[in-house]
């Protein structure tokens, strides 16, 4: 089974702070994605990245950057914590051709305060 | 992009069949159509995916008319633990050969006894 880990289930940071949010999958997928998850808004895409050291805006992308220097880590960034980045993030991996079917991770629920 | 409209909400009662229609009008000719199904505090899980006609796999049914513009997701004789949200999105190829997926807000389904 794929298996997509993230660093941390639950996470609270001050506005300001600079925060790394982790994810590792085990399954050799040339593609990672991050999401934020709101009430009402469903899923929506930050960044996705195909390769190596290869990433793509999504939809939101202001406020965070990424990170992907090996294969099976994706990491998001925020430069700077603000309260509207209060959210639940979700990575995702899946094989190339294959992004209908994503592979998420549990989640981590950021708040910022 | 083609945008996705589904039901914000639907209650059900075990042992029952529920379909779930998504409206898709703006759908491309190499858009799949997917549904994943979220627990609380789960990342999403990859249900089923369709390009026309009907799908089945062991979990469900996937109905997608002629010309395209919605789909239906059926689920037989559901129980409790098909409490969740389901989403429905749509999503194709970009040049380069990755792909964007684009979720809806999703509907919250609810299995009473």
């Known amino acids: 089974d794929v298996k997509v880990t993230q660093s941390s289930r639950y996470l609270v940071k001050r506005t300001g702070e600079k925060v790394f949010l982790e994810c590792v999958q085990d399954?050799?997928?040339?593609?990672m994605f991050w999401y934020r998850q709101d009430p009402g808004l469903g899923l929506r895409l930050i960044y996705f990245?195909?390769?190596?050291?290869?990433?793509e805006k999504g939809d939101i992308p202001e406020g965070y950057s990424v990170s992907r220097e090996k294969k099976e880590r994706f990491s998001l960034i925020l430069e700077s914590a603000s309260t509207n980045q209060t959210s639940m993030y979700l990575c995702?991996?899946?094989?190339?051709?294959?992004?209908?079917?994503?592979?998420f991770g549990p989640g981590t629920r950021l708040t910022v305060t | 992009l083609a945008k996705t409209t589904q039901p914000i909400s639907m209650d059900s009662y075990e042992g029952q069949e529920v379909n779930i229609t998504c409206s898709h009008n703006?759908?491309?000719?190499?858009?799949?159509i997917t549904w994943y199904q979220q627990f609380p505090s789960q990342g999403p899980r990859f249900i089923i995916q369709?390009?026309?006609t009907k799908v089945t796999n062991e979990v469900a049914s996937l109905f997608i008319p002629a010309d395209r513009k919605s789909s239906t997701l059926s689920l037989p004789r559901v129980s409790l633990s098909d409490t969740a949200v389901y989403y429905c999105?749509?999503?194709?190829?970009?040049?380069?050969?990755?792909?964007?997926?684009?979720f809806g807000a999703g509907t919250r389904l609810a299995v009473h006894p």
């Open positions: 995702a991996s899946s094989y190339p051709g294959q992004n209908y079917e994503q592979y």
């Open positions: 990245s195909y390769d190596v050291k290869m990433k």
């Open positions: 369709g390009y026309k």
């Open positions: 399954m050799d997928h040339e593609n």
């Open positions: 999105l749509v999503g194709g190829p970009l040049s380069g050969g990755y792909n964007k997926l684009i």
């Open positions: 703006n759908i491309a000719t190499n858009d799949y």
